[in-house]
């Protein structure tokens, strides 16, 4: 059974489509842990009580989240994982990946999975993924192992900058990635 990582971070608005793609990693029979950022493992918002996201994502999994950095850190030496998927990967930690910074639960368990050269899938949820955040994405883009679920502006003519990936193509994307190529076409319609 392939063993996934499933980071998820504060892109709150997106918590739901995360979920989806839970459902479907599921169903094809991966084993899968989940991490959350100290966002995710923290704030109630107007999307989510985090207990009752918490609790659904407990009952999906079976297991309890990994919610600190010192949890996350023995990734790397147990080589637990076969796939670490962050999703929704937020602009914040898409910068932090992009320059080496480990601050939270998520970026510790990408590091220390990265470590063993194993795949890291991101599924990109940002509002200036297009702007501030356009090099970060383009440093990913070209870094091993990092492999992105396909992505297109949500809201271009309101929110011009802003990147969402299509949950519903986590599935494929990891399956590719595990193969160790990027699934095309990038640019979703």
Do not use: W
Not at 34 to 63: C, H, Y
Not at 69 to 75: G, K
Request: charged letters at 15%.
């Amino acid at each position: 059974m392939t063993k996934l990582g499933f980071c998820f971070t504060g892109s709150f608005c997106t918590l739901r489509n995360s979920l989806e793609a839970l459902d479907s990693l599921l169903a094809y029979g991966f084993d899968v842990t989940p991490i959350f950022s100290f966002n995710v493992a923290t704030l109630d918002t107007r999307f989510f009580k985090q207990a009752d996201f918490e609790n659904a994502v407990v009952q999906k999994t079976g297991k309890q989240p990994i919610k600190t950095i010192v949890d996350a850190e023995p990734i790397g030496t147990s080589k637990g994982f076969d796939i670490m998927l962050v999703a929704p990967c937020t602009g914040n930690t898409m910068a932090k990946l992009a320059h080496g910074v480990t601050d939270t639960p998520v970026t510790m368990a990408v590091k220390a999975h990265l470590r063993n050269s194993k795949p890291v899938v991101l599924c990109v949820a940002s509002n200036d993924a297009l702007a501030a955040n356009a090099r970060n994405l383009g440093q990913l883009l070209n870094t091993k192992h990092i492999y992105l679920v396909p992505f297109a502006q949500d809201a271009p003519t309101k929110k011009e900058h802003s990147l969402v990936a299509d949950f519903s193509l986590v599935l494929p994307t990891c399956l590719a990635a595990l193969e160790g190529k990027q699934y095309q076409p990038l640019l979703a319609k």
